[in-house]
């Protein structure tokens, strides 16, 4: 059995830190994430070659981590399990744009503003949701104090 972590994993993933997610292929690209529900979740639509991977095989992994050098902390959390595409709705596509670029939608770029004001359905913007069905935590924070 994996001990628990030692620090607060829902605390370390609100923070607006870049995910990277696997596919099959093997393909690994940054995304930026909501975690939420016990789930993340990750904008895609048919510009991207995520959603045609995850539909092709939806078995996915995803990382976030920190490392700091000078104060020694290295965290992550590793997630796996099977992505669904799931409808895209506004609200948590505000909430998940909000915590990268901050509450004033006006100085938002016009890109991310258009995903909250343009028809989803004919964008094709849709959600990879994936609910970890393992999700594994691990400190690896170390002394820096002798580096000097």
Same mark, same amino acid.
């Given at each position: 059995?994996? #001990? #628990? ?12 830190l870049?995910? %990277?997610?696997a ?10 994430y909501?975690? +939420? ?11 991207? %070659?995520?959603m045609?991977?995850?539909e092709?095989? #939806?078995?996915v992994?995803?990382?976030? $981590? ?15 399990g ?7 709705d506004v609200?948590r ?11 004033? +939608?006006?100085?938002? $770029?016009?890109?991310f %503003?258009?995903?909250?004001?343009? $028809?989803p ?9 994936l609910?970890p &069905? &393992? ?8 002394d820096?104090?002798g580096?000097?």
């Amino acid at each position: 059995m994996t #001990p #628990p972590p030692s620090f607060d994993v829902d605390e370390f993933l609100a923070q607006p830190l870049t995910a %990277r997610i696997a596919t099959n292929g093997p393909t690994v690209r940054p995304v930026w994430y909501l975690w +939420e529900e016990g789930a993340f979740w990750v904008l895609t639509g048919p510009w991207a %070659r995520l959603m045609r991977r995850v539909e092709r095989d #939806p078995d996915v992994a995803l990382v976030v $981590d920190e490392c700091d050098l000078v104060s020694g902390l290295v965290r992550q959390v590793i997630a796996r399990g099977r992505a669904e595409l799931t409808p895209f709705d506004v609200p948590r596509g505000r909430r998940k744009l909000t915590r990268y670029l901050g509450p004033d +939608e006006s100085r938002w $770029d016009a890109r991310f %503003r258009a995903y909250l004001h343009d $028809d989803p359905t004919s964008r094709g913007t849709t959600w990879l949701r994936l609910q970890p &069905t &393992t999700l594994v935590a691990n400190d690896l924070t170390y002394d820096t104090s002798g580096l000097a």
